[in-house]
């Protein structure tokens, strides 16, 4: 195929070009693609001529119609149709049409040639539907691949016509592919789809049915076929190569869903493709995933727990549990707050359980509002008590940003019950900082002490350390846990991150210390502070309170 870049051209140099190929072609135009009309240049001015598709004898825009992918993806593309027994050579060349000084509009050259068929090419092309408004409402027009609503058609009707075959449901989607859009432009993104479909297209049996259902959002439904992952990892594995001469590797995953029940609605048959591609949606080791049963109740159960949440919240079924932050002399120093989920069977569930799935559903917000408000109740219970200096730290979501004003919240709430702000801690994780830079700054600002959370889980960078202004860092438990043969480098790095944050004017608190040996060796460092299994799990508030009367 001959690549071309999109040619820039004055309205005379156009005038000029189309002068000279209508020596050569028996149609050379120039069409606007967006709005699927000729433009007639004259001198010094353009305007809407006939529809382009006219020239087909058809009423129609065209399916698939290659000028509009042309522009799209900035490439000459070419087809062949056939129509009423004339075979048509089309070939469509963007083209950067300069109006004016200030004008430029995007629009296509399209070189136009047609002869009588013969009749083994009436025979090997399928004729042309010039009837095609059927064929466009059910097909993407910048791949030319069935739309959503499309697709559903044809699969239902392909498991009429073949009642004793067994088919195949694959979801695909492009990871961060808004990203190609971000960093290129959309007309990148336009020509990664196009590749895409492309080579799904290739690896797909013929009778396969294809669709881009949305955005970067592919289906394929087929025959059972053992052949199936062996095409599909050879299709991942290619795709990485789509924008090779960028250098931007293209991770494309995938989900499969055996049909078994053929009375499924189609939406709910992509939905369990994707349910099983959304499984190793961060796994960019792994590029396809089967739905199983299992997957299946996981979603029934999170789909449970968010219906649940409103009653659960209603009916006090969340409870603050503490979890004791100790001095080098392992006196109590503060204490975090962890939720916990008590159901009315006394069944205790753990936030690593609940929290991703209310962070999804966005009801986390909510339920972390519902903890900040009892943290400083219990605070403001503690005044006068043994406890009346101890800190409360709570835990902050990422996606609590978008939906409060975490700042502004926080500050009303020790407003409302009346306490000294460096009471209530705020504990937001290392990804957080860095993404919600400017809302952290906010709860900096306005006067909270704000601890750096699970420091060292992610990919850490240093630029946090230089670009926040926390008090606290907190070590994630992954720093403490060596094997014997990163035993060594472990420990010089944990020595050397306390002795960083410390110059830094940070106070150092490890998290999940479980054995003497961990102890040990972080008081060594210089560690500040310790919280782990090692001194106390975390408990409820009145198991607290006993423990720690005296201290
Ligand atoms: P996190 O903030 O990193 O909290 C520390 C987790 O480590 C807690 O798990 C705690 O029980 C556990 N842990 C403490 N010491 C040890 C130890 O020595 N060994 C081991 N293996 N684990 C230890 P938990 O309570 O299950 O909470 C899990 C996560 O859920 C928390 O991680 C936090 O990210 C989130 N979370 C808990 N409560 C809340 C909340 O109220 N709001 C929000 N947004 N997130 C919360
Ligand atoms: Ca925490
Ligand atoms: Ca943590």
């Known amino acids: 195929?001959?690549?071309?870049?999109?040619?820039?051209?004055?309205?005379?140099?156009?005038?000029?070009?189309?002068?000279?190929?209508?020596?050569?072609?028996?149609?050379?135009?120039?069409v606007d693609p967006d709005e699927c009309r000729e433009l007639d240049i004259g001198e010094g001015s353009c305007q809407y001529g006939r529809p382009c598709h006219a020239v087909w004898g058809s009423n129609h825009r065209c399916s698939n119609c290659i000028s509009y992918q042309a522009c799209h993806t900035d490439k000459e593309r070419r087809k062949q149709e056939l129509r009423n027994r004339q075979l048509f050579e089309i070939t469509s060349r963007p083209v950067n049409l300069h109006v004016d000084a200030a004008t430029t509009l995007v629009a296509s050259l399209e070189l136009i040639d047609w002869r009588e068929a013969t009749p083994a090419e009436v025979a090997d092309i399928p004729e042309k539907d010039n009837d095609n408004a059927d064929f466009l409402n059910q097909h993407d027009t910048l791949t030319g691949l069935f739309n959503k609503e499309g697709f559903s058609r044809a699969v239902r009707a392909e498991l009429a016509a073949q009642p004793d075959t067994d088919f195949t449901m694959v979801s695909i989607n492009l990871r961060k592919f808004h990203m190609i859009n971000d960093l290129?432009?959309?007309?990148?993104?336009?020509?990664?789809?196009v590749s895409v479909a492309e080579s799904i297209r290739q690896k797909c049996h013929t009778g396969a049915l294809i669709a881009r259902l949305f955005g970067d959002h592919f289906a394929v439904f087929e025959p059972t076929d053992e052949t199936l992952e062996a095409r599909l990892q050879e299709f991942l594995d290619e795709a990485l190569f789509v924008i090779e001469e960028d250098d931007i590797p293209l991770h494309i995953h995938a989900g499969i869903y055996a049909v078994v029940d053929r009375n499924l609605p189609v939406a709910i048959m992509i939905d369990r493709a994707d349910m099983a591609r959304k499984e190793i949606e961060n796994d960019y080791n792994i590029g396809s995933a089967h739905y199983t049963k299992k997957l299946w109740e996981t979603a029934i159960n999170k789909q449970e727990m968010v219906n649940r949440f409103t009653d659960a919240l209603a009916q006090d079924e969340f409870h603050l549990y503490l979890q004791p932050q100790l001095d080098r002399k392992e006196k109590l120093a503060a204490a975090e707050v962890l939720v916990r989920w008590i159901k009315s069977d006394g069944s205790i569930v753990s936030p690593g359980a609940f929290i991703p799935c209310f962070e999804e559903s966005g009801q986390i917000a909510q339920l972390d509002r519902f903890v900040w408000e009892k943290t400083v109740q219990l605070l403001k219970s503690w005044e006068g008590t043994a406890f009346s200096d101890l800190a409360l730290s709570i835990n902050v979501s990422p996606k609590d940003f978008l939906y409060l004003d975490v700042a502004k919240t926080l500050q009303e709430l020790i407003e409302k019950y009346d306490l000294p702000m460096e009471k209530l801690r705020v504990e937001i994780t290392e990804s957080a900082v860095v993404s919600q830079s400017k809302m952290v700054d906010d709860i900096i600002d306005a006067g909270f002490h704000v601890e750096i959370d699970d420091f060292g889980k992610g990919y850490s960078s240093l630029n946090t350390l230089r670009n926040i202004r926390a008090k606290t860092l907190k070590l994630d438990m992954f720093f403490l846990r060596f094997s014997d043969e990163t035993k060594t480098r472990g420990r010089v790095i944990v020595d050397h991150v306390i002795h960083m944050g410390k110059t830094l004017g940070m106070q150092i608190v490890a998290e999940g210390v479980e054995t003497e040996f961990q102890k040990d060796h972080l008081l060594k460092a210089d560690c500040d502070y310790l919280q782990g299994f090692l001194f106390s799990p975390p408990i409820p508030v009145e198991a607290f309170a006993k423990k720690y009367a005296v201290h």
């Open 1 to 30: 195929m001959v690549i071309m870049e999109a040619m820039d051209l004055t309205l005379q140099q156009a005038a000029d070009l189309l002068d000279a190929y209508r020596k050569e072609h028996k149609l050379a135009r120039i």
């Open 184 to 193: 290129y432009s959309m007309k990148k993104g336009d020509e990664v789809l």
